[in-house]
């Protein structure tokens, strides 16, 4: 009776399996050809493709944003010290002109006046050269663009997503057909050119240097997400509503108040 019973349970898999199948089979369109057409059956496949997708972005969005934030730092490093050092250069000519006379024979004073700005003028033409030769402005510039792109791409694939889950609950279509379309035509297109833009600025030694510091800061992010959802469970209220609405309408009034 087992052995009956496994047959069946065989043939029956093979039955859902046919079946599904059958609903994936490709319609022909006016030329003959065939073409695929999406039903609700693999609506959770695309969402799926969808999230991946959205994830890889998503990753290399944050190591850009890595990336911008390294290249700022030692932007900021060289024109700070650029100005500071210019600034001191000034400083020391003005000086030179209060303390240095012809009466005065301090050979060391003297040779500090004399020596000091041939040091700095070298050290800022160095800085200089060095910001103009690394780019630096140039680079957070391309940067920056990717990173708009991939944001906006996120969002995008973000709203096919959520629309593609409504589905799953109230099939329809037309509206399916539509998204699909421009899923195709417009979504992949545009998702391909920014993955090309990203990987030109982001290098496979990249990854190795910012995954750890990406797991870290998605480990924490998520430990503090769990700890909210604890505390709001076993959080019991015990704060008067009227009172604290007094008091922000009091601190509103009062633009110097921190206690908000």
């Not at 400083?91 to 209060?98: A, D, T």
Request: charged letters at 35%.
């Amino acid at each position: 009776m087992s052995g009956n019973n496994d047959k069946k349970e065989d043939k029956k898999d093979k039955k859902d399996k046919k079946d599904k199948k059958d609903k994936l089979v490709c319609k022909l369109n006016a030329s003959g050809e065939p073409e695929l057409s999406l039903n609700i059956d693999c609506v959770e496949d695309l969402i799926e493709h969808i999230k991946g997708k959205k994830r890889k972005l998503d990753l290399y969005r944050k190591i850009l944003e890595l990336k911008y934030n390294r290249y700022k730092k030692c932007h900021n490093f060289w024109s700070i010290s650029t100005i500071l050092l210019a600034s001191f250069l000034t400083l020391i000519e003005s000086c030179k002109l209060i303390f240095l006379d012809e009466n005065n024979n301090d050979k060391i004073a003297h040779d500090f006046f004399d020596l000091s700005p041939i040091f700095l003028s070298t050290v800022i033409t160095c800085s200089s050269s060095i910001l103009k030769f690394k780019k630096y402005q140039e680079k957070m510039e391309l940067f920056n663009n990717v990173i708009e792109k991939c944001v906006n791409m996120i969002s995008k694939l973000k709203n096919k997503r959520e629309l593609l889950e409504l589905q799953t609950n109230c099939f329809n279509d037309e509206l399916l057909e539509n998204l699909l379309k421009s899923y195709n035509e417009e979504i992949l297109t545009e998702y391909c050119i920014i993955y090309q833009e990203s990987q030109k600025h982001i290098k496979n030694t990249d990854y190795d240097k910012y995954s750890r510091i990406l797991n870290y800061s998605e480990l924490h992010k998520h430990i503090v997400e769990r700890e909210r959802l604890l505390f709001y469970e076993k959080y019991k209220p015990t704060i008067d509503v009227n009172t604290m609405i007094k008091k922000s309408g009091k601190c509103a009034k009062n633009n110097m108040c921190c206690c908000c």
